[in-house]
């Protein structure tokens, strides 16, 4: 149970933080002087980029791990 729980906890740190990220490249590419397309696109994909990183370090610690 207490294993289940840090998992879930570490999710939620996880998405929390490509949370913050896309917000920090949304409004920097606002301030650019992008669209607010672009700004979004670029949010969208610094949040992608980032839960992209979390899960491939996942996968390679997870052989580590086990």
Partial sequence: MRRLAVVLLTFAL??????LASAVAGALARLD?????AALMRAATAFAAVLT???ALAGALAQFIS
């Fill in 53 to 55: 990183l979390a899960a």
């Fill in 14 to 19: 996880v998405v929390v933080f490509a949370l």
């Fill in 33 to 37: 002087g992008a669209t607010c397309a």
